[in-house]
């Protein structure tokens, strides 16, 4: 159950009207999972700093369980998020960091359970 949640600078007219089901799509395509276990949220227009500019940037977070535990999982997963996020978004790649955090099955809460019994 992978969760993308996307923070930018960029204000709400400046990004693709589709762009959260585009990256929930993205996501689940660069992840292996089915689009309907991934969760996205877009925020836009947010007072941001990167690299000590104020220049429009993004931060994507991606955690999920067992597909970000290891740096050669996330390599390629940046590549090719990194592909996604320059395009839709119009930004150089030195505006935009994507944070990776594995997830266990009992940080998740599903249907009054966690995802353990699940």
Do not use: Y
């Not at 709400?12 to 309907?36: M, S, T, Y």
């Not at 395009?87 to 599903?110: D, H, M, N, S, T």
């Amino acid at each position: 159950m992978p969760f993308l949640e996307l923070d930018t600078s960029l204000p709400a007219n400046r990004l693709p009207p589709a762009l959260a089901q585009e990256l929930c799509a993205a996501g689940a395509e660069i992840l292996g999972k089915p689009a309907e276990r991934v969760n996205v949220t877009v925020r836009s227009g947010l007072p941001m700093v990167l690299s000590g500019s104020a220049e429009p940037c993004a931060q994507l977070l991606v955690s999920s369980i067992g597909v970000v535990g290891s740096a050669e999982q996330n390599r390629e997963h940046s590549a090719r998020l990194f592909d996604f996020l320059t395009a839709k978004l119009g930004l150089g790649p030195e505006r935009i960091v994507i944070r990776f955090f594995p997830l266990e099955p009992w940080q998740i809460g599903k249907n009054r359970t966690v995802m353990t019994f699940l």
